[in-house]
């Protein structure tokens, strides 16, 4: 199924209405062995492929094609065509995005890309960065690297370019079990007080509250603006509306939120004074 999608012109594929793909949804949740209908929502879909590929693709080398990216993100999109529910509470594109970028990213991060003397080039630097921290307390220059290896400041800044290792913040800084994850070696600069930090978790649970009151098409909006970091336009593109509808709705949902929760506020501050 991949390589055949990878051989379908996006402008040869027929889109069919809001009502058609509807059923369509409803007859493949009644019949998950239905491979057919299966293959025709991915068909209606993989346009946000070639989103979520346009704007992955920039920041990885060159060594990985468009080709290679594009069939990672319809391995994705598979994978959210088979495992999507309306019980999620989210349209399906949201969903899908997520699930296309997420298989692109472990795929990519799954892959040793660079020759073996380019990574032994990396190793010696990330070696002599640490070594050097420890002799002056602080992070080395590249000069101060270059001139430790022996070699031009060019070709340090050349290796360092060249460590396009993706990273995640979940990681472990070492191998065993007890080592912690780089994301509980960053420092927490907010330093909230106790009354602080509830006040901050009551926002955000009368946010959340308001958020699932909005009607679905603008808590897409929402979602897709503020989490994914989406623009207007790339929005529009994604669930099929001009970029000047998605403007409206997102100034709609403003509106709405502002009201709903000013609404939780009276109605917190009434019951305090009763």
Not at 170 to 190: N, Q, R
Request: proline share 2%; hydrophobic share 35%.
């Amino acid at each position: 199924m991949e390589q055949d999608l990878e051989l379908i012109s996006y402008s040869k594929i027929k889109r069919i209405s809001n009502e058609e793909l509807a059923d369509l949804w409803s007859k493949y949740f009644e019949d998950h062995e239905n491979k057919s209908i299966r293959d025709e929502l991915i068909l209606q879909y993989i346009y946000l492929t070639r989103y979520v590929v346009g704007r992955v693709k920039v920041a990885l080398p060159p060594t990985f094609s468009y080709e290679d990216i594009s069939s990672y993100g319809i391995e994705g999109l598979i994978d959210a065509v088979e495992k999507y529910s309306p019980k999620m509470g989210a349209r399906f594109e949201t969903y899908a995005l997520i699930r296309i970028r997420g298989c692109i990213i472990d795929k990519v991060r799954s892959q040793d890309f660079l020759p073996r003397s380019i990574r032994r080039k990396i190793r010696d630097v990330k070696e002599a960065q640490d070594e050097l921290k420890k002799q002056f307390g602080r992070a080395a220059t590249n000069t101060e690297i270059a001139n430790y290896l022996g070699i031009e400041k060019e070709k340090v800044e050349q290796i360092i370019a060249e460590d396009t290792t993706i990273t995640s913040i979940y990681d472990k800084k070492g191998a065993s079990d007890g080592d912690l994850e780089i994301i509980d070696t960053i420092e927490d600069s907010s330093n909230k007080t106790p009354h602080e930090q509830l006040e901050s978790d009551n926002v955000k649970k009368e946010l959340e509250e308001a958020l699932k009151r909005l009607p679905e098409r603008e808590r897409t909006i929402m979602v897709l603006y503020y989490h994914e970091n989406m623009t207007l336009k790339e929005i529009g593109d994604a669930i099929n509306i001009s970029e000047s509808r998605v403007s409206q709705l997102h100034a709609q949902a403003i509106m709405k939120l502002k009201n709903l929760l000013s609404e939780n506020r009276s109605v917190r501050l009434k019951k305090s004074i009763i």
